[in-house]
């Protein structure tokens, strides 16, 4: 396989389409609400019945008509022939009462019941479907599954969950430790978005020896790390098309030109240079968005959208990373195409401009994606 040129580049959109639209997304299973939490749902977290099913006291008090102690005070007092009920939180509401008065809002004395506060009818309590109706969407499919999606299910009473969870094979390749720092970079990133991942290290940065290490194991995402690169030999791409099918051998992203795409086994595999600002580029731009499909994930990163400080200028033709960081209420440029590390550690935000846009001016509202 020849080096790659400039010339030669895929467009963006174009390589994550191709590559979403050829390969296809991890099989749903069922799993309990702790080793769901963090996965894709696959099927929606519903009610299965009205939740609750009867009414109930939402606090400790006393179960009462709210119509019988209409005006009650502490100078006007109404008075009941017979104490009401005491109840407690989550307890079923007694037949023919409304609200839960608040215990020092009753005296008793001589077998009478001195009511000296008024409730409004439905205080203190939670109607029958109060939570939720039968039926109603608690978590949507797509979703990622939170911490309270897990106590909600189980309050809806279900203790498993149909996920989905896409295992990612990260291959290393042996060398230098610019290498390592992406390849955690993209173990990171990749976690944090709810795949699993499973790191490999090639025996050497022979083409071989990463086509051996894909072949390692299946995957539902496959990542090289390093290995690529313009005026030699590129290797990953080279292991890439030994193992399966190349779609895109360089694509216009800035930084990243390096990065390339293909299908192994019916999973997408995904090249990342291996300098960490292309890292981090061809992640976020390519291994994320197809994560997402995997998955069959919605699109859950969180935003921030405000005025620029200051132009950004970009190469038509390319897509290109811009780093920024919040600053009383707008986002500062710190980095366009070109990352140093001293951006990237002061990076907040990020997006990305559009290849046939040059940029943005100083004082443009953008949607940036938060780190």
Aim: glycine share 12%; with cysteine.
């Amino acid at each position: 396989m020849g080096s790659l040129r400039r010339g030669s580049l895929m467009p963006l959109d174009g390589a994550v389409a191709s590559l979403c639209s050829r390969t296809q997304q991890a099989d749903p299973q069922s799993v309990g609400l702790h080793e769901a939490v963090g996965r894709i749902l696959a099927d929606p977290i519903m009610a299965q019945q009205a939740i609750p099913l009867g009414a109930i006291a939402l606090r400790d008090g006393w179960a009462v008509a709210a119509d019988e102690v209409v005006g009650a005070s502490s100078y006007s007092p109404c008075f009941l022939r017979a104490p009401p009920p005491w109840i407690e939180a989550g307890e079923p509401m007694p037949r023919g009462t409304d609200a839960v008065l608040l215990p020092d809002g009753l005296s008793v004395a001589g077998g009478v019941a001195e009511i000296v506060a008024a409730v409004a009818p439905g205080e203190g309590m939670r109607p029958a479907g109060g939570d939720a109706a039968a039926g109603a969407v608690l978590r949507a499919a797509g979703e990622r599954v939170r911490p309270l999606d897990a106590a909600l299910a189980l309050a809806a009473g279900t203790e498993h969950l149909r996920i989905r969870q896409a295992d990612v094979r990260i291959v290393s390749l042996p060398g230098a430790e610019a290498v390592a720092a992406s390849g955690e970079l993209v173990a990171r990133l990749i976690e944090a978005a709810g795949g699993v991942v499973h790191r490999v290290r090639a025996a050497s940065r022979e083409a071989a020896a990463i086509a051996a290490a894909l072949k390692e194991g299946d995957a539902d995402l496959h990542v090289i790390v390093g290995g690529t690169g313009f005026g030699r030999a590129d290797h990953a791409a080279e292991a890439l098309a030994a193992s399966g099918a190349m779609i895109a051998h360089g694509i216009a992203i800035r930084p990243g030109e390096t990065a390339g795409c293909g299908v192994v086994g019916g999973a997408p595999a995904i090249l990342v240079p291996g300098r960490l600002d292309a890292a981090l580029a061809a992640t976020l731009m390519v291994v994320l968005p197809c994560l997402d499909h995997v998955s069959a994930a919605k699109p859950s990163r969180r935003q921030v959208s405000a005025p620029l400080t200051r132009k950004v200028v970009s190469a038509i033709g390319m897509a290109d990373l811009v780093l920024l960081r919040c600053r009383d209420g707008r986002l500062e440029p710190l980095a366009v195409g070109d990352l140093t590390l001293g951006a990237m550690a002061e990076a907040e935000a990020w997006l990305a401009v559009h290849p046939n846009s040059e940029g943005f001016a100083g004082g443009d509202t953008v949607a940036a994606f938060l780190l």
